[in-house]
């Protein structure tokens, strides 16, 4: 191939020529151009947010086929990436830490990250050789339609999780913000500090109007508003680390706990677990390596909160100077960072409760701080993004179902409309029913996750990637890494619903 032809793909030499030495047939391809209008909303999306770089018109029967050049700087793609990284997960990493000790959390974390920058490779590999930039389309052309199915299945149920541990946010902390503003110490049955309550009535005031709009307009800026809440949260998770005492006052945790948890079947879980540890001896000391019932959810937590591989084409596409290798030290920095983020976040969170860490982390502050000035801030700035964010999430969820059920059809209002109410419908219920985010965070993480950075990238690059034998070192490596994302999905469904059994087996005694 002449340099002529490979300055076509703004691809370098020196790294990616040989991805296509094999498949001559796939330069026929020219990657998909994103419409100006839709080019700033994708790209910034958040990572429970994926990216399917669709069409703005949804009646269009085909993507634009004309290639252009990216032209994202390297720093703000590597900004678009850790806000496609980031998300609600990072509030449920001090519970994961809490449940296998500092030592083993950091081994996990370490591993999660590793794995996820691993199958970006592959992913990017991958996207060269198929010589294809949508996700959907590289299944399509790996497997056919089941293979674009899986990977459209996958990121909706990781969107469906991502929208639910929003509206989650908003069930555990706008009751406790009503009561900070009505100045209310105790719960006597409003309606309006019914977590479920207040769930359905955002979703009907606030998030369906925004979510039936045709196009997102500058609401796809809202997850750059997300990540800057993320870097507030972990400011402050660090300053509460030295203000608050431990053992924490006995008092004060009865009184606070009375006056700010919602149920008060939780109320008095917390109390009595707080007691119990309040007279041990080991009430702040830190574990190194903790295994118990929970322990199970510290993986699907990980790799929940890393989940990032859909945005990662749309990023690719957009970068300046398009490259494998100048797309992997995007990754490298923020995947870095997001260790970082994560780490610091989950290590002072836990360090401040120790034992007594909730499966949302900022839920746990309120029962022991209450009416926090600070946290206050930190919470209504946390509600604020989740619920500008939940409708920018619906938007790939509606666009993918109408690619699939639809794709041959003009645009429809009164499908918009269904779709749209159909979504908040059966994501309201699962926020209402399901007893915890921890579930959540555990299923999704397990299942969708787990598709999404073991299964699929592997499973494309094994297919589509034919100038390596199969018995090369880098098929033999995807192979592993296909198996272990296997026994990672089946083992932890497997143990999370035990516990699931067991929890529900010991509610009926």
Not at 180 to 202: K, R
Request: hydrophobic share 50%.
């Amino acid at each position: 191939m002449t340099k002529a032809e490979m300055g076509k793909f703004n691809i370098s030499p020196d790294e990616d020529s040989s991805s296509y030495s094999s498949n001559s047939n796939d330069f026929s391809y020219s990657y998909p151009t994103k419409p100006t209008a839709m080019k700033s909303h994708y790209v910034d999306m958040d990572p429970e947010n994926q990216n399917f770089l669709l069409e703005s018109n949804l009646g269009k029967k085909k993507y634009e086929t004309e290639y252009h050049p990216g032209t994202t700087s390297f720093g703000m793609s590597v900004f678009n990436l850790s806000n496609a990284i980031v998300g609600s997960g990072i509030l449920g990493l001090s519970y994961a830490m809490a449940n296998t000790g500092i030592a083993l959390f950091v081994i996990l974390l370490i591993f999660v990250s590793m794995f996820s920058l691993y199958s970006v490779h592959l992913l990017l590999k991958t996207a060269n050789e198929g010589g294809s930039l949508l996700y959907e389309q590289l299944g399509l052309k790996a497997f056919g339609l089941a293979g674009k199915l899986a990977a459209s299945g996958s990121i909706t149920m990781q969107n469906i999780g991502a929208m639910s541990s929003y509206l989650f946010i908003v069930k555990y902390e706008l009751p406790l913000v009503i009561k900070a503003f009505m100045n209310i110490e105790e719960s006597t049955g409003e309606w309006y500090l019914n977590g479920d309550y207040l769930v359905i009535l955002v979703s009907l005031l606030l998030i369906l109007p925004l979510s039936l709009l045709k196009n997102l307009g500058y609401l796809g800026y809202t997850s750059g508003f997300s990540l800057l809440c993320m870097v507030f949260f972990l400011i402050v998770v660090i300053w509460k680390k030295f203000q608050i005492p431990c053992p924490m006052d006995h008092d004060l945790v009865n009184t606070t706990l009375n006056g700010t948890v919602t149920h008060s079947a939780i109320a008095a879980t917390v109390a009595t677990a707080v007691v119990q540890n309040f007279t041990s001896d080991d009430m702040c000391t830190p574990k190194y390596f903790i295994v118990n019932s929970q322990t199970v959810y510290a993986v699907p937590i990980l790799t929940f909160s890393f989940v990032c591989h859909p945005a990662i084409l749309p990023i690719y596409e957009e970068l300046k100077g398009r490259s494998r290798r100048r797309m992997m030290k995007v990754s490298n920095v923020s995947f870095f960072a997001m260790f970082l983020m994560y780490l610091l976040a989950a290590l002072f969170g836990y360090l401040t409760f120790y034992r007594n860490v909730e499966p949302e982390l900022l839920h746990t502050y309120s029962a022991v701080l209450g009416t926090d000035v600070v946290l206050l801030i930190v919470r209504l700035a946390v509600l604020l993004a989740v619920t500008l964010t939940v409708p920018v999430v619906i938007f790939p969820i509606r666009s993918s179902i109408t690619q699939l059920l639809c794709a041959s059809k003009e645009f429809s209002w009164m499908r918009h409309c269904l779709i749209t109410v159909s979504l908040l419908v059966f994501t309201n219920v699962l926020v209402i029913f399901v007893p915890t985010i921890r579930d959540i965070f555990g299923f999704i993480g397990a299942s969708a996750a787990a598709m999404l950075i073991f299964i699929l990238p592997s499973a494309f690059y094994i297919k589509l990637v034919k100038k390596e034998p199969i018995k090369s070192v880098q098929k033999i490596g995807a192979i592993l890494f296909l198996l272990a994302g296997i026994l990672v999905m089946t083992g932890c469904m497997t143990l999370i619903i035990l516990d699931w059994t067991h929890n529900s087996g010991s509610d009926g005694h």
